[in-house]
């Protein structure tokens, strides 16, 4: 089984083990902690979020530049010199970046949040250990963007499994065993992100190719890459105005009522990145490498056989969520209400979610070939539609306006991206991508979950929730099978590890 395949499998593999554990610990969490206090750790993850946005790019240079240098053995040193000195840029801005949280800690715990149940020096003394979270959490990202770069991500996976349980079983172990208090969950974090933080190092710096001498800081080893991150600067600004303009404007625009219905099928849209991160954090790096090579056979292979692989995995749940919003909604939240008002809205982000998760691997194509020009330009294009266009949309429509508008971006995204990236790389690549890497699984797929609604129609209706959640299952992977079939590259790699784990068995 080639390294590929394990890093895919293992990309996978993580990302299902990890909404598993934070899935089954939030209401735990809840229950031992109260709502309340809880609320900090959502102060936690909004602060993480929004500082990471920061990156700036860094992380996909840093992901690109070690899958190029892996590639060519005699720039060792280099490679060695280069890691060094990201790392010690990363350490100096999570530590900054940790110390300006901790110094507005009593800013953040008395104007900015409300509390009551939690004490004012309870909540100063957690903003201040998110800020030491924070400074570690940079150097911890380096090392996983590296990790990536390199093509150890089983290796990579396995650190991120182990920690996520230490993180959060633990967490539980000591609300329960030591204190019910918002400062133990703090101070387990803390410990928790040291020891992930100390064997990803480790493992990151085995993972790099030997050299005789030490490395040593060296900017300009770095002076190349940075061309690349300024590039990527514009691109990640506008994605993360892009990725919360929506949000913003119909919390503004409607009740907070309609809001939280809007917030609901946003979350159950998201659930499609599960298919196409893993997927993104495995082609990206073997692209770059590829293109450092300059073997444009492999490239060709690489992205067909990625996107038919995930068009084959994303379309069948996005069409789950297209066809049964309101069965999805339900069988979620036992709420018949919420999945009256969200249905719709939720079939129109699936749409528009779908189409943008398959964008990531002719974006993964520009960055590979360090063309950043035409994501930012395309990036850019997108945000000046987007705002007057969700403005106007919710103003008539409300939040289903809003939902339009993304799955309109998206379609339009699609119709003139993918044409641009192959009028340059790659070309003639542009229309066997829509129509026999997009268009023939999408196809499959759609008949037969369309027969499917037609069969059952209503499986709401007198059945069970564990029903509905079964059929929906079922559903979605006969249509994947199905997308699987017509897919060449996809049918044939599945057949070659089947007789891989044949061979295994015997």
Not at 284 to 304: C, K, M, N, W
Not at 397 to 415: E, F, K, Q
Not at 465 to 489: H, K
Request: glycine share 8%; hydrophobic share 60%; aromatic share 10%.
């Amino acid at each position: 089984m080639s390294r590929f395949r394990w890093n895919l499998a293992s990309n996978f593999l993580a990302s299902i083990w990890l909404a598993i554990v934070q899935f089954a610990c939030v209401p735990i969490y809840v229950h031992l902690l109260g709502v309340e206090a809880y609320g900090l750790v959502g102060l936690h993850v909004m602060l993480t979020a929004v500082l990471q946005a920061l990156d700036l790019g860094l992380s996909p240079t840093m992901n690109r530049e070690m899958a190029m240098l892996s590639v060519r053995e005699t720039l060792a040193s280099k490679t060695r010199n280069f890691s060094l000195t990201m790392e010690i840029g990363y350490w100096a801005l999570g530590l900054l970046l940790g110390t300006l949280v901790i110094l507005f800690s009593h800013a953040v715990a008395t104007k900015w949040i409300e509390t009551d149940a939690v004490t004012v020096a309870a909540a100063r003394g957690a903003v201040m250990m998110m800020g030491v979270i924070i400074a570690l959490q940079w150097p911890l990202s380096f090392y996983q963007s590296g990790l990536r770069g390199l093509q150890r991500q089983v290796r990579l996976n396995v650190v991120r499994i182990v920690g996520v349980t230490v993180s959060n079983g633990g967490a539980v172990v000591a609300l329960v065993w030591f204190s019910r208090s918002i400062e133990m969950y703090f101070a387990w974090q803390i410990f928790a992100m040291v020891a992930q933080v100390v064997l990803m190092r480790v493992v990151f710096w085995r993972s790099l190719p030997s050299f005789p001498e030490p490395a040593k800081f060296d900017i300009s080893a770095v002076r190349d890459a940075l061309v690349f991150t300024r590039g990527m600067m514009g691109v990640a600004i506008c994605g993360v105005i892009l990725g919360q303009m929506d949000k913003l404007v119909v919390s503004s625009r409607v009740s907070l009522q309609e809001f939280g219905y809007y917030t609901l099928a946003s979350t159950a849209a998201s659930g499609l990145i599960v298919f196409t991160s893993p997927l993104f954090s495995a082609v990206f790096p073997r692209l770059s490498a590829f293109v450092a090579s300059g073997d444009e056979a492999a490239i060709r292979q690489t992205y067909h056989s990625g996107t038919q692989l995930l068009a084959c995995l994303i379309v069948p749940a996005a069409l789950i969520l297209v066809f049964f919003p309101a069965d999805v909604i339900l069988a979620w939240t036992q709420n018949a209400e919420a999945a009256a008002k969200g249905a719709q809205i939720l079939r129109l982000l699936a749409i528009g979610t779908a189409i943008n998760g398959m964008m990531h691997l002719p974006y993964g194509l520009q960055l590979a070939y360090g063309w950043t020009s035409i994501a930012f330009r395309l990036a850019l294009a997108n945000l000046l539609v987007f705002f007057p266009l969700v403005l106007t949309s919710v103003s008539l429509l409300g939040a289903i306006g809003a939902a339009a508008s993304w799955a309109v971006l998206n379609a339009g995204y699609l119709l003139l991206g993918v044409p641009l990236t192959h009028r340059r790389v790659l070309k003639g690549s542009a229309l066997p991508w829509m129509l026999k890497d997009v268009g023939a699984p999408v196809l499959a797929a759609t008949v037969v979950v369309s027969f499917a609604k037609w069969a059952w129609p209503q499986p709401s209706q007198g059945a069970g929730m564990l029903v509905i959640a079964l059929f929906l299952i079922a559903v979605a992977g006969t249509a994947c099978a199905a997308a699987a079939l017509v897919s060449p590259l996809v049918r044939t790699q599945a057949l070659g590890a089947g007789r891989w784990l044949a061979r295994r068995i015997a």
